[in-house]
């Protein structure tokens, strides 16, 4: 046979191989692609989205001896040009320019303050004259001296931010006294505020942009602020009391992160960390401080779920489209059989009989590979090798199956086989291999559940291998178990009189190895398909509850101090706002510990009525002493708090999250009746009002909306990948699944339409021809699809555990997969009628064909 021959004369099936090929290669090597762009989007996100004082690389000093304390300017730009240098390579491309320099005293008294604590430490910014804005005295200037209890103190001239003048009194003219047995004089010169509050450096010196409030326990407050001097002062700067610390800033630019190398980033942080703490003396000791590694591990984390959920609904895209390939390749190969029979018979080798067959498919799928392959670069996003490797291993496998399927059909010349007639029996041991499959299917799934998450942040091989072991399971019990109950619906028909379904079932009942391709296609279809369906709705159905939690009510308006009540009043009589629930947030000092936890009154009746439609559970008081406590207040009785008065409470219970307001540590929450008087700093609202018209109601206040918070959550890039993918995954898995049914109608469409043209000589009609179709192909759907969507519906169960959701639904875990009947209903609904289709389509191609082609000698 040669080969443009072949092409020619299955033209068709050539073509139909082709679409299948690039339509595989097309989403096995672009899905990927995608998925590795938002997950660098995502990095760059969270990287972005963090505070400076996290993600930047900070290298801080601490001066020991005199020899190593930095007294000008140029000392400081010297070092950090070092740091620059011993910047890894995989790290250097993350730092940008710029950075800025602080050296900063911790912890200095003023002296001569009383009653609340005052603490006023010396600081110096590099980049001050670009950062602060003078809008009172004048810029500090040079250090000068004085004398003070018998000894001469150097005098630094100083600025304070507006903060601290309002709040310590520390006004233009005044001099401070620094330090407890060694003095410093700071003289105040100045009052500056930020240019651009917003600038994310501040978050590296907030301590200078605002007064810090600190209530020890057994103590006086603490007032801390930090002042500005000029260069000039570095020179009187001195560590004779231990609390002096420099910092060289070198800020992260995200925009050059990938998530393939963030180990790459671990590990040159972790070699930085090296370099720099070796260059410490013994005067002055170096290290360094960021919370980069915390980001990426989180972010690893978070990561890693997603590739687990990914790989696993791509994997099974890979399995089932390299399954409809296989249909197709089987396809032709059953065309081509009695070509290359001949050409065996003749005398051709069977090396090249196989070689025939080998060219015939490369022919088809190699052109159609590459095609798919190039259409994929359309397509944003990075290259992972996946995306090289999948197109390839497509190619190579739909190959190997047809010199497979040549070889074993035409090892012998002349090698007829008559498979339709009798039912083919499995060997021993195939059935032990299948058996043991199903064995360690199971014992995984059990293991999985008892183990639970792996722990790690890197690539969970087991949880990638048991829902394929489990896959691959059901479907060979379902091939292996499906002939039986349709030979018991052989018997029953065999004692009617009607000839249509006793023939229809017995087909269908038959063991023959062309059926089982069809059913281990059609099961990981269903059942990926499902399950990527579910895990969509379960993450969509947690992201709504987070919302929810975050926000505690349709609409939050919280304010810093006490909203007057005319100010609640106001907001009561706005057009469209509904209901209105008040509640009072601070802390309170338990009595008999001393602990300061977190307190919430909250009028529950109100809020109850705010969020009469949400899907979250407001707790219950049984009285008005009552009050619920965190987990890490539990575990005592009566207690008494001072909160605008003494009140006593008696503990009813545990309560992980206070919506809207505590998640985490110390909290405990009461009914506002416990409060002396009416007071309120946060309103929870439920109607229809915008953010704009409730911050102009109250302007001292923040507003916040579940919808909003809903819509932050979605538009997290790593969130919305998952949830794509699992759209077009489930699509895709969808329509292989009805090409596989398509497919086996064509794949027996010759010895099907022989039967009905020999049946048809015998009186058959056209609608019990339909009806025999039909009886012949339901079987496998109406068997195969309700195991699949079971196993679809089961996976997120079996997987629960050991995946970690929660990334892509606002922190929460994904525990609840509520099965929506939609997605089974549409998936059952098109295999069915794609079924009824084909036997239409095949009994009206049947119908034109002439009966006397039907017979052959000796049949008659």
């Avoid at 050296?103 to 110096?124: C, E, I």
């Avoid at 039912?423 to 293991?447: H, K, N």
């Avoid at 109608?745 to 048809?760: F, H, I, K, M, P």
Wanted: hydrophobic letters at 50%.
């Amino acid at each position: 046979m040669t080969i443009p021959l072949g092409v020619r004369a299955h033209a068709g099936t050539f073509a139909l191989i082709a679409v299948l090929t690039a339509v595989a290669c097309l989403l096995l090597a672009g899905l990927p692609r995608t998925m590795q762009g938002s997950f660098d989007q995502a990095l760059r996100r969270s990287l972005a989205g963090a505070p400076a004082v996290r993600a930047d690389v900070a290298v801080t000093g601490a001066p020991v001896l005199p020899p190593g304390e930095l007294r000008s300017r140029e000392l400081f730009e010297d070092g950090g040009r070092r740091w620059r240098r011993l910047l890894p390579e995989a790290l250097r491309p993350l730092i940008g320019p710029g950075g800025h320099i602080s050296a900063k005293t911790s912890r200095t008294p003023v002296a001569g303050a009383s009653g609340v604590r005052a603490f006023a430490n010396l600081g110096w910014l590099s980049d001050a004259d670009r950062r602060v804005e003078w809008v009172g005295g004048r810029a500090p200037g040079k250090p000068s001296t004085m004398e003070y209890a018998g000894s001469t103190i150097p005098v630094i001239e100083v600025g304070v931010v507006e903060e601290a003048v309002a709040r310590m009194g520390l006004r233009v003219g005044r001099t401070l006294m620094l330090g407890e047995s060694v003095h410093t004089a700071a003289k105040i010169v100045g009052v500056f505020k930020a240019r651009d509050p917003a600038d994310r450096a501040w978050s590296h010196d907030a301590d200078v942009l605002h007064v810090t409030r600190i209530v020890p326990l057994d103590a006086p407050e603490e007032l801390h602020t930090t002042t500005l001097m000029s260069d000039d002062g570095l020179g009187a700067l001195t560590n004779r009391e231990r609390t002096l610390s420099y910092r060289w800033v070198l800020p992260l630019d995200g925009r050059a992160a990938n998530a393939l190398g963030v180990p790459g980033v671990e590990a040159a942080l972790a070699e930085f960390e090296r370099q720099v703490d070796v260059q410490g003396t013994g005067s002055i000791t170096y290290r360094v401080v960021t919370g980069l590694p915390e980001l990426l591990a989180a972010f690893q984390t978070a990561l890693s779920a997603a590739q687990t959920v990914m790989y696993l609904v791509l994997g099974g895209l890979f399995a089932v489209a390299l399954g409809v390939i296989a249909l197709g390749v089987r396809l032709l190969t059953d065309r081509t059989e009695p070509t290359l029979a001949l050409a065996r018979a003749r005398g051709a080798s069977l090396r090249q009989v196989a070689a025939a067959g080998a060219a015939l498919t490369a022919l088809a799928v190699g052109p159609a590979a590459l095609l798919g392959y190039a259409l994929s670069y359309l397509l944003p996003g990075p290259v992972p090798p996946i995306v090289h490797a999948g197109p390839a291993a497509v190619a190579v496998a739909a190959v190997a199956f047809a010199v497979t399927r040549v070889v074993l059909a035409h090892r012998a010349p002349l090698n007829e086989r008559r498979a339709d007639l009798v039912a083919a029996r499995p060997s021993a041991r195939r059935l032990t291999v299948e058996a043991l499959v199903v064995v360690l299917a199971l014992a995984g799934a059990y293991l999985l559940r008892a183990r639970g998450p792996s722990g790690t942040a890197q690539q969970d091989p087991f949880l990638l291998l048991i829902p394929v072991a489990l896959t691959v399971a059901a479907a060979l019990i379902t091939l292996r178990c499906h002939p039986y109950p349709l030979r018991l619906f052989v018997r029953l028909a065999a004692r009617g009189r009607a000839a249509v379904p006793f023939l229809g079932l017995a087909r269908a009942a038959r063991e023959r190895s062309a059926g089982a391709l069809p059913v281990l296609i059609l099961l990981p279809a269903l059942s990926l398909s499902v399950f990527a369906a579910v895990v969509h709705d379960g993450i969509g159905t947690t992201q709504q509850v987070a919302s929810w939690q975050r926000v505690g009510a349709p609409i939050k308006l919280t304010s810093e101090g006490n909203i007057p009540a005319d100010a609640v009043d106001r907001v009561r009589r706005a057009p469209g706002v509904e209901q209105v629930a008040l509640a009072l947030t601070g802390r309170v000092q338990v009595k008999a510990t001393g602990e300061w936890p977190y307190a919430v009154a909250v009028d529950l009746a109100a809020w109850r009525r705010v969020n009469a439609d949400a899907p979250i559970a407001l707790p219950e008081l049984s009285s008005k002493s009552s009050a619920l406590l965190s987990p890490a207040l539990d575990r005592r009785g009566p207690f008494e708090i001072t909160w605008l008065s003494p009140v006593r409470l008696n503990a009813q219970g545990v309560i992980d999250a206070v919506p809207g307001f505590y998640s985490s540590g110390q909290f405990l929450l009461v009914s506002q009746e416990v409060l002396p008087w009416p007071a309120a700093d946060t309103l929870l609202i439920k109607g229809d009002i915008t953010p704009a018209e409730l911050a102009r109601l109250v302007p001292s206040a923040t507003v916040e909306t579940q919808e909003a918070a809903l819509a932050e959550i979605r538009a997290d890039p790593l969130t919305g990948t998952v949830r794509t993918t699992m759209v077009v995954v489930t699509v895709a898995l969808g329509a292989y699944a009805l090409v596989a049914i398509v497919l086996s109608l064509v794949a027996g469409a010759a010895g099907r339409a022989r039967t009905v043209s020999l049946l048809r000589t015998l009186g058959l009609s056209d609608r019990q021809a339909r009806r025999l179709t039909l009886l012949e192909l339901l079987p496998v759907v109406l068997v195969t699809a309700p195991v699949g969507l079971a196993l679809g519906l089961s996976l997120p169960a079996a997987l629960g555990p050991g995946v970690d959701m929660s990334a892509f639904a606002g922190g929460l875990p994904v525990t609840e997969h509520p099965p929506g009947l939609l997605t089974p209903v549409a998936l059952a609904t098109g295999l069915g009628l794609c079924a009824v289709l084909g036997a239409y389509a095949h009994t009206a191609m049947s119908r034109r064909r002439a009966l006397d082609a039907a017979l052959r000698v000796g049949d008659a």
